[in-house]
């Protein structure tokens, strides 16, 4: 299967189960150990959101004595009126700060919790590099970081102003209804007549805003993921500067970030033509809205069956009534938003689930805790089914250096990788001893002190600083000593030998039983090599060394070879160059 096959399947099950999933990654937080404190804030804020629809009340019933008092010209009643005004305004005020400011408590705490959770089931199990190798989820990291923050965000804000808008609509359906008299159509008598011209009025802008607006959910999803590529495409370059440079690819590199634009571009402007046509409406629907009211209450007041202070009061509460009916449409653009947000979040968690259902039940059953390294019946195969290593057995007893040669391709990495429980494919039953420490070609060192990437991934402070820099002079990095409380990003800095000689000197510090270099020290010429190689067999005497290589004069440091050829791995003899 594809990688694009696979993603669209992983979406698949997430359409499906849309609801379910996002009450079950919303719910987790609200059962959580943090469940107090979120269930406290949650109900001050939901009781400072109906403080603020009752001063709306409040403010309803004031525009109808006001507009009365400035009828009747009455100026002790105006003045009056005035003042209760500044106090119900300071009260809003207040209300309004603290809503705003326990929400966004809320949300960083609720963001904080969530991202904790999903870093903790991204990087435990090796579930980050299996979702790497199967492509389910492009750019996790804006996952992590951007929808997580938007999916808090939006979902608060959207819950939270729904409950305030039902709360309103009831509020100012009740003073509607109240003000706003019968009207006879064809006979008929209507009461409350504009409570259910607001409600037609609603549901009818509702349905067509749907009609207009129902492609901005997939048009958001797709220009999130392509804005990731984009920045995920500037990080390459920025990590990969030298290379580029040494290759002249800038032309290259260009083409390949205008094409990655190109595709946020076309989005966009079909975002934008979206948006266009939901502004034209929504800016109609909004306008019409503010004279709708008098046309159909003027009647009324010509009449002479109400007053003017009767008259904007029924257009303040047609005018809250039908905004709350009317959340739908103007929250539209962020449902939108937040469903894309949604499904890229649910994608991203059964990816997860899926790699530790893997993880749970690999192909190759693999076993710590043993004695000695051991191959029982072991078949090695790509993901797609291909074999890359026949049926195998094998034995290493503690102490042993073993060599393992082969052409590029067949395999060699793949059986490290296998080892360390990061290749499922393929069967039969491996065991590991405890205590094994795997160094691969590409050493990796995190952005920090030189301190804390000589140590990882321990922390810095396990190791005093006599062994840090003895181990630095034993590897020939004695330049270093002085920088090791420097921060900076030591990948750029350091070149690609000195990188090995850092990786053989985090061995010595760590001093496993079990040590798997993957071709660790190709960076360096022949002399270097031998001499970290006996630097190893020196310092690490009780050490079993696994190693792959290609070159022969690594063969003197090992009492073994086994050669991977033609999908077999077997015995072959050591010859000591001459």
Known sequence: MSHNAEYSAVNDVVQNNFFSRVWQLTASYWRSEEKTMA???????????????????????????????????????????????????????????????????????????????????????????????????DNPDQRLAEDLNSFTDNTLGLGLGLIRNVVSLVSFSVILWGVSGSIEVFGVEIPGYMFWAALLYAMVGSWLVHLVARRLIGLNNRQQRFEADLRFGLVRIRENAESIALYNGEANEQQRLMTRFHSVWSNFWQLMRVQKRLTFFSAGYSQIAIIFPLVVAAPRYFAGKIQLGDLMQINSAFGNVQESMSWFIDAYASLAAWRATCDRILSFRQALAEGQAQEQAPAIRRQTHAEELSLDGVRLSLADGRTLLDPTSLRIAPGEHVLISGASGSGKSTLLRALSGLWPFGSGALSLPDSSLFLPQKPYLPIGSLRGALSYPDPAECYPQERLEQVLRNCRLEHLVARLDLEDHWERVLSPGELQRLAIARALLVAPRWLFLDEATSALDEVDEAALYQLLVDELPDTSLISIGHRSSLKRFHERQLRLENRQLEQASIVLPA
Not at 45 to 72: C, D, H, K, P, T
Not at 84 to 96: Q, T
């Open 39 to 137: 269930w406290l804030l949650l109900i001050v804020v939901i009781a400072l959101s109906l403080v603020g629809v009752a001063i709306s009340v409040a403010v309803n019933s004031w525009y109808r004595e006001f507009y009365n008092a400035l009828q009747n010209k009455d100026l002790p009643a105006f003045t009056h009126l005035i003042l209760y005004f500044c106090g119900i305004a300071a009260v809003a005020i207040l209300v309004a700060v603290y809503r705003l400011y326990l929400t966004q408590m809320l949300t960083i705490r609720w963001r904080r919790w969530l991202t904790d959770q999903h870093f903790d089931a991204w990087l435990q199990h090796k579930n980050f590099y299996r979702l790497e190798q199967r492509g389910y989820t």
